[in-house]
Nanobody, 123 residues
Framework: EVQLVESGGGLVQAGGSLRLSCAAS????????IGWFRQAPGKEREGVSY????????YYADSVKGRFTMWRDNAKNTVYLQMSSLKSDDTAVYYC????????????????WGQGTQVTVSS
């Protein structure tokens, strides 16, 4: 059974930090690029960050560049998202997703999704 399980969300004050984790199972993890997406109430799903399958190349949305860092540990089948200097605009449910092959910002291309973890930034 394919699973992506996010953890690490919570309530944090503006300017604070959180680290999200995404633990994967049930598929060949290092064959898949991983993306972090977020969705706030009433808004469309937004791509945050993506990482390639094997060489760790990362991409970031302009809105988080310089504040968020993504990396993966293929030995642990886990991806991380370190979020710093958080703003109220970062409040959303954060999802990780897996796509075979090339990382992409197109969320419809992703094969597998986690259930999401809530991040709330208070101002």
């Amino acid at each position: 059974e394919v699973q992506l399980v996010e953890s690490g969300g919570g309530l944090v004050q503006a300017g604070g930090s959180l680290r999200l984790s995404c633990a994967a199972s049930g598929f060949t993890f290092d064959h898949y690029a991983i993306g972090w997406f977020r969705q706030a109430p009433g808004k469309e799903r937004e791509g945050v960050s993506y990482i390639s399958s094997s060489d760790g190349i990362t991409y970031y949305a302009d809105s988080v560049k310089g504040r968020f860092t993504m990396w993966r540990d293929n030995a642990k089948n886990t991806v991380y998202l370190q979020m710093s200097s958080l703003k109220s605009d970062d409040t959303a449910v954060y999802y990780c997703a897996a796509v075979k092959g090339t990382a992409t910002a197109q969320h419809l291309m992703y094969d597998y999704w986690g259930q999401g973890t809530q991040v709330t930034v208070s101002s």
